[in-house]
């Protein structure tokens, strides 16, 4: 069940301020705090080049890690490339943040996304953020989802309910990410709170397969960046018994439609994605080998600007699949663009085949298919186009 | 020495004429060959998905592979995903070709370049044949290099002359490929002549070091054809014995100067190309590691668009060197933009060095230096821009 907008989530407080970072008077600050204890999850970008918080962040003891209550995050500079100082500014702004909340110290995941290679001007958010701490509300999550943002068109959030037996859990996420633009920029944020009660190893299991099966699975342009971050805050402010069985089942088919949700929403965003298109490919020897030619469709500009101009280019997905680096025989290679079979057993299908597929392929989103015919692997990405749009905004942007 | 234009080599003649395969008549069927036994190698795609001339290529026995007298070639058609029908066509053409010669079957490598999955007009290609063998001369090679042109905007071809011990050898290459357009097309032809006389090993040893530093160190859009191949061919018109020691070392020099220029002219002739840059990595741990981080850096679309809009985002560089899966470590970084040194030890360096990058990263070419600073293992890769003419081109174009 969806709903729109509010991103309530029993227990968890959030709220976004200026504080001088940005330009203008956006929004640039942002708390999410649960107001008693959380279960809780961090996976961080697995780029080498990592920002000061995500470096602070892997530097957490598993323990602290898992027991989080909530994220301090500023947009407008990422706080990348930026030596000791940086991290030092990581530690003040945990430290200041926890100390308003009257929480210990490394009570709360902090995040950065902006400008790589300009310090962070940690005395701004110092002096912004006790204010905002006394200011955190029920209703202020979305505003907290706004302060994150960077290039965005529009914010992201989602609200999903769960029925477990004694009652409902409430997941709400809120997310930034223009995909188009964003790998120079730290890509990509996204927390997610919830009032079931997990217990922490279910917690981070559950947390990583959604992951796995959502943000993994999306792909703009290959570039991964210097601070993306996802975490998870599971408080229990339900009231229910922790989550286990067909009840941490089903909150783990809802995570993973949230986050999918989420993903979906940060590969539109692209200013310059006009369509988004899932490609699946099966029959491959091994699930690792499916994803491989998944991921170099997803990954070739030549697939993508044909995307962009609803270029009915099939040559182009199988001679991508063909240079994977996996087992197959074009012999036996399938492809189908919205369900319409165009190229079977390595030959070119009949040309009508082709004609049906092309008004179907001028849609904003459809599906390929490659069927490899050489076992059972299967796997499927998610991928933007390559248009007019993102050349003109990267060749301009300064990160 | 570099000559212009020419291409006549000893003892090889060549010769293109239109057989009815492009639409207009611009020459389409190209033949070079020598007028005595050569020794030869040849190297094909890597690519899974294979034409059918690739294909046969990869199926004559390593001896044959090892003698062959020259080429045949169409464009306009790649003879790609046509099945058995397709390799069929490939046999006549070879038989063909040969009988009107006078060679033994199998004597001729076989390529095509052009659309995918379209049946080859093999007939057409018969039809012409014997008229083209008739009219080959030794001012003909460079017609042979305009009729295997598909998009280019200009055809490739070069000289180059070595001083060897008793007297001078001749190199000559004909190429095609306009490297943002190609991958679907048939990416990369490329025939070198030469009339020095070489032992296969030694010929087969020289010509894949030297392909390995030029076409193999060319990004254009990370994209492999099914088509891609490259051959040479020595058939010792110059008189002078089999080249071996110094002689052998210079002619390897300057193999491997001509086909990085035809290389170079290949990544300059995308339409959408506006700039070519090297990126060097230096200070891995391993060559290895250089070559991935300089390929992660050159392929990377934000970085590409970057360099399309001369703009200074060294953030993009070290962002994609940071996920190519190498040993690295931020805080030991260098990076400079023509010379100039813009980051140092993972932190910014002062706006001055920027400054003076600027105007310089408005040329036609200029160098991405990475420094690593953990090892000595070293690489570059040559790449070009992506630009709004790739969008045009490759949303439009049909394979």
Redesign the interface.
């Known amino acids: 069940m969806r709903l729109p907008v509010q991103v309530a989530v029993p227990g968890f407080r959030g709220g976004g301020v200026w504080c001088g970072i940005k330009k203008g008077a956006a929004p640039d600050l942002a708390i999410v705090l649960s107001d008693r204890p959380c279960t809780s999850d961090v996976l961080f970008t697995?780029?080498?080049?990592?920002a000061a918080p995500v470096e602070w962040g892997r530097g957490l003891r598993p323990r602290t890690r898992s027991s989080l209550r909530g994220v301090v995050a500023n947009s407008g500079n990422a706080n990348?490339?930026?030596?000791r100082e940086g991290l030092a500014a990581v530690r003040r702004v945990s430290a200041e943040a926890c100390r308003a909340l009257g929480l210990p110290d490394e009570s709360l995941l902090v995040s950065s996304t902006g400008v790589?290679?300009?310090p962070l001007p940690a005395d701004r958010i110092l002096a912004a953020v006790r204010g905002l701490c006394a200011s955190l509300s029920a209703a202020g999550i979305p505003r907290a989802g706004e302060a994150i943002l960077t290039t965005d068109a529009y914010p992201k959030r989602c609200v999903r309910k769960v029925r477990v037996r004694g009652g409902t859990v409430t997941l709400g996420g809120i997310a930034k990410g223009a995909g188009m633009i964003a790998?120079?920029m730290g890509t990509m944020l996204a927390y997610v709170f919830t009032d079931a009660a997990v217990r922490a190893p279910d917690l981070r299991k559950t947390f990583r397969e959604a992951v796995a099966l959502s943000f993994h699975r999306i792909v703009v342009?290959?570039?991964?960046?210097?601070n993306d971050t996802a975490a998870i805050f599971a408080n229990g402010a339900s009231g229910l018994p922790p989550l286990g069985g067909k009840g941490l089942s089903a909150f783990g088919d809802a995570l993973r439609e949230l986050l999918l949700d989420l993903a979906l929403m940060i590969v539109r965003d692209g200013e310059g994605a006009t369509r988004v298109v899932r490609i699946a490919v099966t029959g491959a020897r091994s699930d690792r080998d499916a994803e491989a030619a998944a991921r170099a469709v997803a990954?070739?500009?030549?697939v993508k600007?044909?995307v962009?101009?609803a270029?009915?280019?099939?040559?182009?997905v199988?001679?991508?699949?063909?240079?994977?680096g996996?087992e197959?025989d074009?012999?036996r290679?399938e492809v189908r663009y919205a369900g319409e079979r165009v190229?079977r057993?390595?030959?070119?299908i009949d040309r009508q085949a082709e004609r049906r597929a092309v008004p179907k392929i001028r849609r904003k989103s459809y599906g390929i298919d490659v069927d490899l015919g050489v076992g059972k692997g299967r796997s499927f990405v998610y991928f933007s186009d390559?248009?007019?749009e993102?050349?003109?905004i990267?060749?301009?942007?300064?990160?």
């Open positions: 697995r780029n080498r080049v990592a990348a490339c930026t030596g790589i290679g300009v790998p120079g342009d290959g570039d991964m960046s210097t990954t070739s500009p030549l600007t044909a962009f101009g270029n009915l280019n099939w040559g182009r199988i001679a991508a699949v063909g240079r994977a996996i197959m074009p012999e290679a190229l057993r390595g030959m070119m390559l248009g007019h993102y050349i003109r990267n060749a301009g942007y300064r990160t």
